[in-house]
């Protein structure tokens, strides 16, 4: 796919490799019948056998430049039929794993793929400091705790507790921060796939919609025709608008959404809307994966756990404190208002650029520029 591009064997790369999940690699003898089976391989971007091979020669730069990877939407088919039961599929997930790391310039995502240790260390850190940050400093008499007023240990007043408008421009700063820490890790990614391709910039302006479409529908997964492809597709929809709902009320309607009064609001309604859906989705991931209910979801990576985890719990925390609140309960209130920030920040800080939901963007770019390197060679006769 990156014709003309000198590669070279990495020979630490394998290493990592099995780090990130792809333990059967070694079992593959290039018989093809994998992208024979998988619906959405085509001629002009097969998948997954060239990387499997490209996975066991340890030839980094050559994963790197293909965007092969990620147009795998991981419903195991190719693992089922694959007569050496090198579990491709899994391959091509730990081969994500293994390039979110790489396109990570701060080298933490790698260091979190390669350890739990990190992993986990990370995350409770983070979670820690979040703890710290409404207890500790009220000792010293600054902290959050110590500036809110009388009133508010006797009844509900979360704006007194964390006043609306610091945590709003807590959350702007975070956002705005985490974005321009994914998108330098996109742009890392984008100069990858891109190298050595000579296509015309118009080439891929005209092709900007379709980013945008893939971005959130992910519909190529739909032209699976495994089983659970439809269902796993929706579950993945209707997640990603969960949780775009509510990022969107907490960092651009936050003043509309954390109010002290209980009347109805349409926040309210979203922030509803948000919390069943990302309980659900988040749950039923849970649940096949403990299942191990299809071949997707045989393997578990730690970091297929963490993602979902935080979530449901980031969901559960959140309902649970609008139950509080509305109880009137005021020191329970501020306590799960403190745990649900101590799991929903970390999921953020973490999740977002280092881990696995930076997916959500690398996999439209990928299929971005995969459709546009096969519509130029069409137009062009051009081998992009
Ligand atoms: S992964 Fe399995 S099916 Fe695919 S080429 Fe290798 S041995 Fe054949
Ligand atoms: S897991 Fe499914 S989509 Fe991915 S390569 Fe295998 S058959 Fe294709």
Same mark, same amino acid.
């Given at each position: ?77 190719c693992s089922q039929r694959c007569p050496r039961k090198a579990n491709p599929g899994e ?82 700063? !975070? ?35 379709? !980013? ?156 971005y520029v995969a459709a546009v390197a096969t519509e130029w060679e069409g137009v062009s006769?051009?081998?992009?």
């Open positions: 796919m990156n014709g003309g591009l000198l590669v070279q064997p990495d020979t630490r790369f394998l290493q990592d490799l099995l780090a990130a999940g792809g333990g059967d690699v070694k079992k593959c003898y290039q018989c093809a019948t994998c992208a024979a089976t998988c619906d959405l391989s085509t001629v002009a971007a097969p998948f997954p056998r060239p990387q499997m091979l490209a996975a066991q020669w340890g030839l980094r730069d050559k994963l790197l430049a293909d965007p092969g990877p990620w147009l795998c939407f991981y419903c195991g088919e391959t091509m997930m730990a081969l994500r794993r293994y390039l979110t790391s790489q396109y990570d310039w701060t080298g933490l995502s790698a260091l979190m793929y390669r350890s739990a240790f990190w992993e986990l260390g990370v995350l409770a850190l983070v979670s820690l400091a979040v703890v710290l940050l409404f207890t500790l400093p009220q000792s010293f008499g600054f902290g959050l705790l110590a500036h809110a007023s009388p009133d508010a240990l006797r009844t509900v007043m979360l704006g007194s507790f964390a006043p609306t408008h610091v945590v709003h421009l807590a959350d702007t700063i !975070l956002a705005v921060s985490l974005g321009l820490l994914l998108l330098s890790n996109a742009a890392r990614m984008f100069r990858s796939l891109t190298r050595g391709r000579e296509i015309p910039a118009r080439q891929y302006l005209r092709a900007l919609p379709r !980013l945008v479409a893939d971005g959130i529908t992910q519909r190529r997964w739909r032209d699976c025709r495994e089983d659970d492809a439809r269902r796993n597709w929706l579950r993945h929809v209707l997640l990603v608008s969960g949780y775009g709902t509510i990022f969107t009320l907490v960092v651009v309607f936050l003043p509309w959404f954390q109010v002290e009064d209980s009347g109805f609001r349409w926040t309210g309604l979203l922030g509803y809307y948000s919390t069943v859906v990302l309980l659900w989705s988040a749950g039923s991931i849970l649940i096949d994966r403990l299942r191990k209910r299809t071949e997707a979801h045989r393997f578990s990576h730690l970091s297929d756990w963490l993602f979902p985890i935080l979530l449901f719990l980031t969901a559960f925390t959140g309902i649970l404190l609008h139950i509080v609140r509305m109880a009137n309960q005021p020191m329970p209130t501020y306590t799960i208002y403190m745990i649900h920030l101590a799991v929903a920040v970390p999921m953020l800080v973490v999740e977002v650029p280092f881990g696995k939901w930076a997916h959500l963007l690398y996999r439209p770019l990928a299929l006769g051009h081998k992009a």
